[in-house]
Nanobody, 129 residues
């Protein structure tokens, strides 16, 4: 059974940093993509970033480019989202998602939530002004 468990959310002041973690287990496919999405109250789910397992292709939404960095530690089966220079508008529940992918995977722009088969439970990020 595929499982994704997020951690690292919390309350931080504007300008601060947080690192989210997504621990994965139960994967039976060799190539996959892991993405981070977020959803604020009353807003649609937004694709933030993703990374492919095969060649490490990454994608960032314009709203986070230059501030967020996605990385993968295969030894720990964990994907990280380092979030710097946080803004109040980054406040949302952040979800980790995964799906099998081809070895030459090219991310959709913007990321589409329906392309992901597995989801974590989410972690709250709150940025105070």
């Amino acid at each position: 059974e595929v499982q994704l468990v997020e951690s690292g959310g919390g309350l931080v002041q504007a300008g601060g940093s947080l690192r989210l973690s997504c621990a994965r287990s139960g994967f039976t496919f060799d190539d996959y993509v892991i993405g981070w999405f977020r959803q604020a109250p009353g807003k649609e789910r937004e694709g933030v970033s993703c990374i492919s397992s095969s060649v490490g292709t990454t994608y960032y939404a314009d709203s986070v480019k230059g501030r967020f960095t996605i990385s993968s530690d295969n030894a720990k089966n964990t994907v990280y989202l380092q979030m710097n220079s946080l803004k109040p508008e980054d406040t949302a529940v952040y979800y980790c998602a995964a799906s099998p992918a081809s070895s030459d995977y090219v991310p959709s722009a913007p990321l589409q939530f329906y392309e992901y088969d597995y989801w974590g439970q989410g972690t709250q990020v709150t940025v105070s002004s």
